[in-house]
């Protein structure tokens, strides 16, 4: 996979899977455009990488959109940034609600149409992978305001393939399960909650960050010229066990 001269925009490019994907874009050729919220991430990631870094925080709307048209042009899009709360369904908040949806499912739309608006406005294909979860497939204990937002982000992604298809834009997402990152540490640090999750999935083991990151880049290649609309779960046969 080849991406000398495409500018790619990767939102949470400072940490887990954000970073791994901006890490291998940058390996295979990629010049980088990090959106992330902590200056400290963004400044090892440009050490690392040479990235342009644009630090903005994403439940933020107005400030998500001036964030995206900065990062503006780019050839792809990987909306990886997400974030959680571990609440049971009686007692999750409305600021948890929100600020889940802001993030997970606000701002990727945010980011999209900014970054659609431009290829179709200067004629140009793109391609955009939204990081969605297993958790928008299935009811997971204590993640009603994650379930729904990504369950949200998968519809969003859906209805962005049938509309930008037709302007040359391919849209898709991905759906891991447990991936050992700084996210997963606080949803599954509790041994017995992931020996139990760990059982239900065939391969026997949580994915790396690197395992997800192959999969979006594919996405974005030509090579994936005919998925489009897709959730594709990256989750060790989680689903089908
Ligand atoms: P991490 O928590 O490791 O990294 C998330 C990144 O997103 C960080 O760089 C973080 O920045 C950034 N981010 C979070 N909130 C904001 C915000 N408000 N504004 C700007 N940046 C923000 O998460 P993962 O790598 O694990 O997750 C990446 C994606 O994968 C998410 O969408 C997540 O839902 C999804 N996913 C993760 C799974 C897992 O098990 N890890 C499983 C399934 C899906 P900062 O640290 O500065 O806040």
Request: aromatic letters at 4%; a negative charge; hydrophobic letters at 50%.
């Amino acid at each position: 996979m080849d991406f000398e001269g495409k500018r790619v925009i990767v939102t949470g490019a400072g940490k887990g899977i954000g970073r791994a994907t901006a890490v291998m874009l940058a390996r295979r050729g990629a010049s980088v455009v990090a959106l992330t919220r902590s200056p400290r991430d963004l400044e090892t990631l440009e050490a690392e990488i040479g990235c342009i870094s644009i630090a903005v925080d994403l439940a933020d709307a107005d400030a998500t959109r001036a964030a995206a048209r900065q990062a503006l042009p780019a050839d792809l899009l990987v909306n990886c940034a997400g974030t959680t709360e571990l609440e049971a369904f009686l007692d999750v908040s409305v600021e948890n609600f929100d600020l889940l949806h802001a993030v997970n499912t606000r701002a990727p739309m945010i980011v999209a149409q900014e970054f659609a608006r431009e290829r179709v406005a200067s004629g140009r294909k793109g391609a955009i992978v939204n990081v969605s979860s297993c958790a928008s497939f299935v009811g997971i204990p204590d993640h009603a305001a994650y379930c729904a937002s990504k369950a949200g982000l998968d519809g969003l992604t859906r209805v962005m393939a049938k509309e930008l298809g037709p302007k040359g834009i391919r849209v898709n997402g991905v759906a891991p399960t447990v991936t050992l990152t700084p996210m997963a540490v606080k949803a599954w640090s509790d041994p017995d909650k992931a020996a139990a999750m760990l059982t239900r999935i065939p391969l026997g083991r949580f994915a790396e960050p690197d395992d997800i990151a192959e999969v979006i880049l594919f996405l974005l290649t030509d090579a994936a010229g005919m998925v489009h609309g897709l959730s594709m779960p990256v989750d060790g046969g989680y689903l089908i066990a």
